[in-house]
């Protein structure tokens, strides 16, 4: 693959993945582009050896699969697993809120562990998924401002001499964004409403209902090798992912799952703590003339992947890292541990992961907490759980990880994608 220009099309899927709708609509049309065929969870499934499918559900979630040319039960599942979302705000019903002093604020609510500060002084734009009332029936339809429409302003030092002191930020004060003056504004209450509506060209009095998110206006962009953009964790890992399952080739079933919800635990319709991948695969396998018994035969035969982004030392506070697994930014994909099983690595997936990598000519790194740092968890145990497939934790390292702007380097990205590739097309993980 071509480094740089795999990394001015990662740039591009984030900046035009706003939310996990449109990012789940950009990974549909890629793989359509691909040859993939939608299939839908209400119709019956006529499946091929050899074909290539994706399905979707809720719309921010997509599985796609590529069937092998062997039987399922004997060659198992290739998988890698990434999640849609990132930590973010979403606008919460009736949201406008008129102030004594004229002004036109958003009522949001939090979504994920955001870094708060960075949020502050940015222009932000809405995007989402709105509901339209057509005749008796209802459709959904993705908008996206698409342009500067609000920014959530700081209060001066001069009022908030503790600013620099360790502020603690409150969700219901600080962090409610400004879209300006109600004056001159027909119906200020109405304004998002009025706003969508005119997206998805349709009247207000037709928009019955809304997902509506907030995001930074202002596009990623590359500073030398370093990427500077939003939602790389975890939109990098999805691309990567995306790009092993429609340019490898395999005699196993290739499987990528992208779920949403990862940010708030994962227990949702299209999270990884559902029945959406087990559906697949059974529903995979009964379609290829399998029963129950060869479903759970592939499974045991399978290796997994879940892939989300990793901490890099950072370099200002070494101190935060563990003393001898300390990934940097440039030095390849990362494989995660935790005794609490908050990724779901073992030494024997960490093993063959490091073998694949191996084979790809892809450098590795490894990473686990400081003891006395709790960190955070994946889509990885609740993948393995939901399937009981054997699955490692992975991901290109990132600074500032759940800011609004996180930073990341094209080498990994790059070695990330051929490691997936290199997955894809490994023969057997068996022992």
Not at 2 to 19: G, I, K, M, P
Not at 82 to 87: E, I, K, L, Q
Not at 226 to 242: E, K, P, W
Not at 390 to 414: C, Q, Y
Request: net charge negative; hydrophobic share 45%.
């Amino acid at each position: 693959m071509h480094r740089e220009a795999f990394a001015d099309s990662l740039l591009d899927f984030c900046n035009r993945s706003v939310t996990p709708f449109h990012a789940t609509a950009n990974v549909a049309a890629r793989l359509e582009a691909a040859g993939f065929t939608q299939v839908r969870e209400g119709e019956a499934w006529r499946l091929e050896k050899g074909g290539r499918y994706f399905l979707v559900r809720n719309r921010s979630a997509v599985i796609a699969f590529a069937i092998g040319r062997g039987d399922p039960a004997d060659d198992g599942f290739r998988i890698i697993g990434a999640h849609t979302d990132s930590p973010t705000f979403t606008a919460k019903p009736g949201p406008c809120i008129i102030t004594a002093d004229g002004y036109i604020k958003l009522n949001t609510e939090a979504y994920g562990g955001a870094i708060l500060s960075t949020w502050l002084d940015r222009p932000l734009s809405v995007a989402g998924r709105a509901v339209i009332r057509k005749g008796d029936w209802l459709e959904e339809r993705l908008f996206d401002c698409g342009r500067p429409v609000a920014v959530i302003p700081n209060l001066a030092i001069h009022l908030n001499r503790g600013a620099n002191d360790g502020y603690a930020y409150n969700k219901q004060v600080d962090m409610l964004p400004l879209i300006g003056r109600a004056k001159g504004v027909d119906d200020p209450g109405g304004w998002l409403a009025s706003a969508i509506a005119a997206e998805v060209n349709s009247g207000p009095e037709a928009l019955v209902d809304y997902d509506a998110f907030l995001y930074e206006a202002a596009p990623g962009c590359r500073m030398g090798d370093l990427l500077s953009a939003s939602r790389q964790d975890n939109l990098t890992m999805v691309f990567a992912a995306l790009d092993g399952i429609i340019h490898s080739g395999s005699a196993a079933t290739k499987v990528a799952a992208f779920f949403d919800n990862e940010e708030v635990g994962s227990a949702t319709a299209p999270g990884a703590d559902s029945d959406f991948l087990g559906g697949v695969l059974m529903r995979l396998v009964r379609a290829l003339g399998g029963d129950e018994s060869a479903y759970l035969q592939a499974c045991a035969n399978s290796a997994a992947i879940s892939a989300d982004a990793a901490h890099a030392v950072h370099p200002n506070h070494p101190d935060k890292h563990d003393p001898t697994n300390r990934p940097v930014l440039g030095g390849g994909p990362v494989i995660k541990y935790s005794a609490a099983q908050k990724y779901a690595t073992t030494g024997v997936t960490a093993a063959w992961f490091a073998q694949v990598c191996d084979e790809a000519g892809v450098p590795l790194q490894r990473f686990v907490n400081r003891s006395d740092i709790a960190g955070g968890s994946t889509i990885g145990p609740a993948m393995s759980r939901r399937t009981g497939i054997a699955t490692v934790d992975v991901g290109a390292p990132l600074l500032a990880m759940h800011s609004i702007r996180e930073l990341g380097h094209v080498d990994d990205a790059v070695y990330s994608a051929k490691a997936f590739r290199a997955f894809y097309d490994m023969a057997t993980f068996r022992s």
